[in-house]
Each structure stands twice: as C-alpha cells, then as structure tokens.
C-alpha cells in the first residue's frame, strides 16, 4: 500500500502543478483584449474587411430597395419614410466603416473592471500546497487510503475550476466572434425591418461582456476561497 499511496500522492501533486499554470497563463490572457483571439484565429483580422464591404453592400441595397418600395411599387404606406430613410443609411454606412474603433471603444470601457478584478489583492495561493494540506486533515480524520481520498477531492476541485476556465474561453471566443463581425450587425440597423437583429447584436454584445466580467469575478473568488482554505485549513 506504500506504493501505491506514493503512486497516488504524486498524481494528486501533478493535477494542482498544472492548476498553477493554468491559474497563471490561462486567466490574464482571457479578457476584453482581443490580442490573444488574433494569435489563434488570424484570418479574423484579414477577413475583417471583407466584412466592413459586405455590411456596406447591405446597407446600400436595404436602401435602393426600400427606395424602390417607395416611389417603384407605390407601398408607401409599408415602407419607410424616404428622408429618414436616407439620414439612417448614411449613418449606418459611417458606422459599419468605423466598426472596429467603435467596438474596441466598448472593450476597452469594459476591460477597465476586468483589469481592476484580476490586479485586486488576493491571499497568495498555491494550488500544489492544496494536495499537502488535504493530507494532514484527513490523517487526522481518517485511517488508510488517505492518499487515495486526497485524490478524489483534488480530481473534484479540478474539475469545477478547470470547467469554469472551460466557460470562460468559451465567453472570450464568442466575443471576439461579435467584435469580428461587427459591421454586419451595423448594417441590419440600416432599416426598420431589420433593426432587430442590431438591437439583439447589441444586447448579445454588452450581454457577453458583462458575462466575461461574471467568470473573472467567480475565478478571482474560487482562487481567494482555496487560498484562505490553505492558508486556514481547521478553521472551519
């Protein structure tokens, strides 16, 4: 059984070393920076213009035919008012052609938090220290198998955080899907019959913003609730 305990402590050691690297690349680089999405999706960027083309394509062809409908086919009264009509596109052309300072105005609005929450102070934690300390309560506590126990709790603690990175990758890529593809959202508010979509855009947009906010938040607590856990193991 020594062995085996041996075996056991080591793997339990491995899994907290590699939470402590997570813990230090994973959580600064997910952010409202989109410098770390450009390292792995680079067509993002080159694509981007294509985009910025297409969205101004729209605009002008929701307004040729909404013109159209107007003046062409006599519904008037389903169409939208031509002078307005007009004011809107126009506008719309200027932002999806300035989507990207736009857009990076609001990232930048919404890393200021960001960046407040990760430099907060924190109890100083090490994940590794978290296997030693598991071991000393359950000694106390329990007879035989202790590193087998340890091992399960730690593969339980783990999971839950390594999930909660999982969602907070998941948030970082689906922002940098809606920064990238941000001049087709500005062309669908061009028109009546298509602002929905800018407004859902816009709602999804400072919804995934606020949600990312949300897990560096969780992330900051966890880490500080296993570092007093650590640091204060019997005093709960």
């Given at each position: ?21 997570i813990?230090?690349s ?17 067509a993002?960027?080159?694509?981007y ?36 009509l ?43 220290s ?10 106390v ?23 909660l ?26 028109s009546q ?8 855009w ?29 640091a ?5």
């Amino acid at each position: 059984m020594g062995i085996l305990d041996g075996i056991v402590e080591w793997i339990a050691e491995q899994i907290m070393h590699g939470l402590d690297l997570i813990n230090t690349s994973v959580l600064g680089a997910l952010g409202c920076d989109m410098t770390v999405f450009l390292r792995y999706f680079p067509a993002a960027a080159t694509m981007y213009d294509i985009f910025v083309a297409l969205a101004i394509g729209l605009i002008l062809l929701l307004w040729v035919w909404n013109l159209f409908r107007n003046f062409g086919l006599g519904l008037g009264s389903e169409a939208e008012d031509p002078v307005k009509l007009s004011i809107r596109s126009i506008l719309f052309i200027a932002l999806a052609w300035y989507a990207d300072e736009i857009v990076n105005t609001a990232l930048q609005i919404g890393g200021t938090p960001y960046n407040w929450i990760l430099s907060s102070a924190l109890p100083s934690l090490d994940f590794a220290s978290f296997n030693s300390v598991m071991l000393t309560i359950i000694g106390v506590v329990a007879n035989g198998a202790v590193a087998l126990i340890v091992l399960i709790l730690t593969l339980i603690l783990a999971w839950n955080y390594l999930k909660l990175l999982l969602e907070a990758a998941e948030r970082y890529v689906l922002l940098g899907v809606l920064v990238f593809t941000a001049p087709i959202a500005f062309a669908m508010g061009a028109s009546q019959s298509t602002s929905s979509i800018f407004k859902n855009w816009c709602r999804m947009f400072g919804g995934q913003l606020f949600l990312l906010l949300m897990n560096a938040w969780c992330l900051r607590l966890f880490i500080s609730m296993v570092g007093a856990f650590i640091a204060n193991p019997l005093s709960i």
